[in-house]
């Protein structure tokens, strides 16, 4: 993967606007491949018992593949456009991350068709796997509404 340093702020990439925003930032990307940081705080909407909740988890899935979209996007100059979850699969949740942990998200797409992307996803903290799935992202092509 590439250590990227050139990124705008995650807000320009994302369809989604606080507090629903669940992605720090990019840490590494490469065109199939993006991983993506989350400080878990205590003003994320998704905390349930001071840990982030499951909904939450796949959330930040979600954002991570559209991180990595609107990331092409911007690259290429196109606007952002709005995803929508098809589907999820697989989902294994070994544990609920805490209040003060970092996670670092990895997706990797395996099969893009049309406007569908299958992907596999891993959720860690430090070296633990905290999170495993695959999800199928739909992309609309309706840009987002910078209003």
Same mark, same amino acid.
């Given at each position: 993967?590439? !250590? #990227? ?24 990307? !490469? &065109? ?26 796949? &959330? ?20 952002? !456009? #709005?995803?929508?979850?098809?589907? $999820? ?8 991350? =805490?209040?003060? &942990? ?8 395996? $099969? &893009? #068709?049309?406007?569908?992307?299958? $992907?596999?996803?891993? $959720? =860690? ?23």
């Amino acid at each position: 993967m590439d !250590n #990227i340093t050139n990124v705008p702020p995650i807000l320009e990439l994302l369809p989604q606007r606080l507090p629903f925003v669940i992605v720090d930032r990019i840490v590494d990307f !490469n &065109e199939t491949t993006i991983t993506t940081e989350l400080l878990i705080k205590d003003n994320e909407i998704f905390i349930e018992d001071d840990k982030l909740s499951a909904t939450g988890l796949i &959330e930040n899935i979600a954002q991570t593949c559209a991180t990595r979209i609107g990331y092409i996007n911007w690259l290429n100059n196109n606007a952002i !456009n #709005i995803g929508y979850i098809g589907a $999820v699969h697989d989902l294994n949740i070994y544990r609920r991350p =805490k209040l003060g &942990e970092k996670i670092q998200t990895t997706i990797e797409s395996v $099969v &893009e #068709i049309m406007n569908m992307t299958l $992907v596999k996803a891993v $959720v =860690k903290c430090g070296d633990e796997t905290l999170v495993e799935a695959e999800m199928k992202i739909a992309v609309s092509n309706k840009p987002k509404n910078n209003k």
